[in-house]
């Protein structure tokens, strides 16, 4: 895979505007820098790929804003080693920025062709995941609990299962609501003690039930 003097020089001019947008943590700038975004595209976006856009993937699924994919990661304070469960792997664009904040990476598909498709593009970058296709709601319990949990698609409630699997201590990134969401941060202080925030607006497709 190609990644050129002038891709470099779009991806630092992204993110340049993610600082202008409030992108204060350095480690998810520098993940972000090492993660060509042109490649989990079509070539025919090649040219506006870092521009802070969705842009869509197949099967009825996008690749998320730059901005979205940073506050999210932003949110999850993600401290190299931690385990971390992402639902919805998508074209593995966030998986991978993951990846390079040092976490043991797990992530959930429910679309069976983009995650072949995915599964195939990881190994072959060498970007160490583990890439299950499966019931995102469900979680993967077996291999849980998990530090963090990050969902990409918008949930019209919390999934219990995704609570349950949080190491106490552990937080959960997930925008909620139909139509636009709420990005919303859930941090497990206690066995059955939870503690929410709600962090402005965004948009996502929407996470399916029963897919699987």
Not at 27 to 44: I, S, T, Y
């Amino acid at each position: 895979m190609i990644d050129t003097y002038r891709h470099k020089g779009m991806r630092k001019n992204m993110l340049e505007e993610l600082r202008l947008k409030g992108i204060k943590d350095e480690n998810v700038l520098e993940a972000m820098d090492k993660v060509p975004r042109h490649w989990f595209l079509d070539e025919a976006f090649l040219e506006i790929s870092y521009q802070n856009t969705a842009f869509p993937i197949g099967c009825e699924q996008t690749i998320s804003h730059p901005y979205t994919v940073a506050r999210q990661s932003e949110l999850l304070g993600i401290k190299k080693g931690e385990k971390v469960l992402e639902i919805g792997t998508g074209c593995g664009y966030q998986t991978s920025i993951l990846f390079f904040l040092g976490a043991k990476v797990f992530s959930i598909e429910r679309q069976k062709d983009l995650h072949v498709k995915t599964k195939k593009m990881l190994d072959e970058l060498r970007y160490r995941a583990h890439l299950k296709y499966g019931d995102g709601y469900k979680g993967l319990p077996t291999y849980g609990p998990f530090d963090k949990i990050i969902v990409t698609a918008g949930a019209p409630f919390i999934p219990n299962p995704l609570l349950q699997q949080l190491t106490i201590g552990g937080r959960l990134v997930i925008p909620i609501g139909d139509g636009k969401q709420i990005m919303t941060v859930i941090d497990r202080v206690g066995e059955t003690e939870f503690e929410k925030q709600e962090l402005g607006e965004f948009a996502f497709v929407p996470m399916l039930e029963k897919k699987v």
